[in-house]
């Protein structure tokens, strides 16, 4: 399915295309800049869900010792520091229980009652972990008698924090940082095709988590930062918004820093996010680049263990993969480009564009190519057969017993279409093995990787041959 931003890119004619998008990514979602004061809140999102928050709080701290309660939402408690050196962090103490299990653990000891239908009865709680609950009879039961009515004390709309700080000197605020999660971001790009040369875009699509604030500093780091202990995300916002940009078009892009072993992201301005909201910003102007169309057949041999036999045609899928070229010293070669995902479209007649092609793509440094899998071909077919197959036994001279096989096999590939296409059939395997012969010359690409370059012609077909002799 295409976006909106997509749809909207369609409606222009083909050579207009890239400017279009450029300037539609460069207008999302993000409110003027605030050069007088630094924000109060600033936020680093991470990849894999986690969100580095930097908040400056209000609260009377005196000088000294003291207890503070701050109302910050959720949070991992143990990754909670101080910002301000003259703050010492003695302990905290956080309390998470806006769910029905931590509200029956407060309830230990007390009475409670219970809904069963359209009747009201009471039991107290006598433990949990199992459930142990003391019936008006006296008896316990390890079920429970019904739905529990929570008194309102028990139950907490929203985590609380208290903190044990020392403080050199009394202030009426205090700069925290802390570890949340939930959130995370990914990219997107946009690839549009038009002969030898593609226009390209991409985006941040940023999700805060349950996180909600107002004109915030927002940072992005690409790259996998490494997690001690991993946790469970709380969920992804499934909700898009688009808003306008007052900000000028160079100043709409996100800026790039590279910090330790990662690069960051600085968004432009300040950024508003809410619970279920997503948020996307260009990550940089609309560029060029060289783009080549590969057609890959993935051969038929298992990667370890033994060679099989199978007497059965089997018809293969033809791949179709692009390649960005990312040179250094061109303008998208020398950027380093986030994981995220590829969107390949190309102009019809009419000039509209359509998605002919979508991929994943790691982290990218700069200098090196993006390599598509976009799908597979519609006109190009490849059907593979084992025409012969033997085995026989021998011992090294280590006295090791193995199995040497070796196989003929044919591949046909048919080009329904009005154009020659040259076909890649590969073969990739791990341990001994060798291609023997075949009747196209094979590139060994690697130790395990072998290539046959096949030309089929337009409306004709091609056969590819040859002999593998694999040791196990």
């Not at 008006?136 to 079920?143: E, K, L």
């Amino acid at each position: 399915m295409i976006d909106p931003a997509s749809r909207a890119l369609s409606a222009s004619p083909p050579r207009r295309h890239g400017i279009r998008a450029a300037f539609l990514l460069a207008s999302i979602l993000v409110t003027p800049p605030l050069m007088a004061q630094a924000p109060a809140t600033s936020l680093t999102l991470y990849n894999d869900g986690r969100v580095l928050v930097r908040r400056l709080v209000s609260l009377d701290l005196k000088k000294g010792e003291s207890t503070q309660l701050v109302p910050i939402g959720e949070v991992d408690p143990a990754t909670l520091f101080t910002l301000d050196s003259g703050v010492t962090l003695l302990g905290t103490r956080y309390d998470a229980a806006v769910d029905e299990s931590r509200a029956l653990n407060r309830a230990i000891g007390r009475t409670l009652t219970f809904q069963v239908g359209k009747e009201i009865v009471s039991a107290e709680v006598l433990g949990v972990n199992p459930e142990r609950y003391r019936l008006t009879d006296g008896t316990v039961s390890f079920q429970r008698p019904g739905t529990p009515r929570f008194p309102a004390e028990l139950v907490s709309l929203q985590p609380t924090l208290a903190l044990s700080l020392g403080s050199d000197r009394a202030r009426k605020d205090l700069r925290l940082g802390y570890f949340t999660q939930g959130g995370g971001w990914g990219a997107s790009y946009q690839v549009i095709l038009g002969g030898a040369t593609a226009r390209i875009t991409g985006a941040a699509v940023v999700n805060g988590g349950p996180l909600r604030v107002e004109g915030a500093e927002v940072q992005l780091l690409a790259g996998q930062v490494n997690v001690a202990s991993p946790q469970e995300n709380r969920g992804r916002a499934e909700a898009m918004m688009v808003a306008k940009s007052a900000v000028g078009f160079a100043d709409a892009m996100a800026s790039e820093q590279k910090v330790g072993e990662f690069h960051l992201y600085t968004l432009p301005g300040r950024v508003t996010l809410e619970p279920g909201v997503i948020t996307t910003v260009a990550l940089f102007p609309a560029a060029d680049a060289k783009t080549t169309k590969t057609y890959q057949v993935h051969g038929q041999i298992p990667w370890w263990g033994g060679l099989p036999q199978n007497g059965d045609e089997a018809e293969e899928p033809v791949n179709v993969v692009y390649t960005v070229l990312r040179a250094r010293k061109t303008d998208f070669g020398d950027r380093p480009i986030p994981a995220g995902v590829v969107r390949l479209f190309e102009p019809d007649s009419a000039g509209r564009l359509q998605l002919v092609g979508e991929a994943a793509t790691d982290h990218t440094p700069a200098g090196e190519d993006l390599r598509l899998n976009a799908g597979t071909a519609f006109d190009l077919t490849a059907k593979r057969i084992q025409t012969t197959y033997s085995t026989r036994r021998d011992t090294t001279v280590a006295g090791v017993n193995r199995t040497i096989a070796t196989a003929d096999y044919k591949v046909t590939l048919t080009n329904a279409g009005s154009e020659p296409a040259t076909v890649e059939v590969l073969e990739e395997r791990g341990g001994e093995w060798s291609v023997v012969s075949s009747s196209i010359k094979a590139e060994k690409l690697s130790s395990t990787r072998t290539r046959f370059r096949v030309l089929v012609p337009a409306a004709g077909k091609a056969t590819l041959t040859y002999r593998v002799r694999v040791i196990w």
